[in-house]
């Protein structure tokens, strides 16, 4: 088994996620957050996170040689926002190995549960998931419902709590997931990750009140932490809300 505690702080996870530049486009960025050096300035800054998420490129060439930077989450696959109303899917663009070479700790997938691709997906992963533990890294899907299969029932109990069930039978360390609302739902998605690590993807920028209620939600729940991107980076505080959702996080 790897060891998971590489990316932990008193058994706690909270990731900075950085990825959005490749998965949405240039939409969610503004003339600072557009610059990766402005979210390692964050990480540095804040000095809260346990690791950092990037594409092979990010990597090679902000990440690489710096050495006060939290533990590297190299995220092996993604897809562009320009496939609106098609099944979603998400195939490996960058190897096992050259995260390895790169300095990762982790290596980060998404799985589209409920798509017409989903088979193509968990191949792919679960393969993944070997070559990492066989390297010593640590595995992290992001699992998400989406697609015709799953249409309007993204980040409901049932749903959400099958695709944890499928991290946890895939082999993956860890699992990000959509937040289902409230703790008691999200509590059965804990349950069915078994010993897969469950964190709370971010979404869409909120305002502070909902976002660190929702935090102190799924953390009550069972999740060890959080993958957060854009409710920071967009944050007119950035390093200020990394600390309080710090709080949150490695307080409960
Ligand atoms: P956010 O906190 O900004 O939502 O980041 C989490 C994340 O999983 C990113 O890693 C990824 O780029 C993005 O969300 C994908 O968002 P979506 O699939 O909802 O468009």
């Not at 790169?102 to 798509?115: D, K, N």
Request: net charge negative.
């Amino acid at each position: 088994m790897v060891d998971v505690g590489r990316l932990m702080r008193n058994g706690k996870m909270l990731i900075l996620a950085y990825d959005q530049g490749f998965e949405h486009g240039p939409t969610d960025f503004n003339e600072e957050n557009v610059d990766p050096d402005f979210i390692l300035d964050i990480a540095r800054k804040s000095g809260v996170y346990t690791g950092i998420v990037f594409q092979e490129g990010i990597a090679e060439k902000y990440y690489a040689g710096e050495t006060d930077l939290p533990p590297l989450i190299l995220k092996l696959n993604g897809k562009t926002s320009f496939h609106k109303g098609e099944e979603p899917v998400s195939l490996q663009l960058c190897s096992v190995d050259r995260a390895a070479e790169l300095g990762a700790t982790a290596v980060g997938y998404t799985i589209y549960v409920g798509s017409e691709h989903e088979e193509e997906m968990m191949k792919e992963f679960s393969r993944i998931c070997d070559e990492a533990h066989k390297k010593g890294l640590i595995s992290i899907v992001w699992m998400y419902p989406r697609g015709k299969h799953v249409e309007g029932k993204e980040t409901s109990r049932d749903v959400v709590a099958y695709a944890a069930r499928l991290a946890l039978e895939l082999g993956a360390d860890v699992a990000k997931m959509p937040y289902t609302g409230d703790p008691e739902s999200f509590g059965w998605v804990v349950k069915n990750a078994g010993k897969t690590l469950v964190v709370v993807q971010g979404g869409l920028k909120k305002d502070e009140e909902t976002l660190l209620g929702e935090v102190g939600g799924f953390m009550k729940a069972g999740a060890v932490g959080m993958a957060v991107g854009r409710n920071v980076w967009q944050d007119a505080d950035a390093v200020g809300i990394s600390k309080k959702i710090a709080e949150v996080v490695y307080g409960v």
